[in-house]
């Protein structure tokens, strides 16, 4: 079983930066490394959104809206995974959730979710 906790969400300035991280735990038996890392978020209205992604292999991946702006990352020391967000506008506003994801036989995902961390932008 994993959990997932984010943290660093806020209120900022158009312009802004803020750092989101995610401490994942109850990891037994499964290391963290072992997982695939993402950030989705879900603006009101909307569906939720990959945002960025990063693989167990090093490589990362990022939404359009996002490339030159967010930056993902993970430290596997310390269970956690991180979204560098620069140049914040109000488009990113959304509540931003934590993903991890391993594979069963097969290669069917199983996917863990943290509850969100609120991200506001205003003009």
């Known amino acids: 079983q994993v959990q997932l906790v984010e943290s660093g969400g806020g209120l900022v300035q158009t312009g802004r930066s803020l750092r989101l991280s995610c401490a994942a735990s109850?990891?037994?038996?499964?290391?963290?490394?072992?997982?695939?890392m993402g950030w989705y978020r879900q603006a009101p209205g909307k569906e939720r959104e990959l945002v960025a992604v990063?693989?167990?292999?090093?490589?990362?991946n990022y939404a359009d809206s996002v490339k030159g702006r967010f930056t993902i990352s993970r430290d596997n020391a310390k269970n956690t995974v991180y979204l560098q967000m620069d140049s914040l506008n109000p488009e990113d506003t959304a509540v931003y959730y934590c993903?991890?994801?391993?594979?069963?036989?097969?290669?069917?995902?199983?996917?863990?979710w943290g509850q969100g961390t609120q991200v506001t932008v205003s003009p």
């Open positions: 109850g990891t037994a038996f499964s290391a963290f490394s072992t997982y695939t």
């Open positions: 990063a693989n167990r292999g090093g490589s990362t």
């Open positions: 993903n991890a994801r391993n594979f069963a036989v097969f290669n069917i995902p199983r996917d863990y």
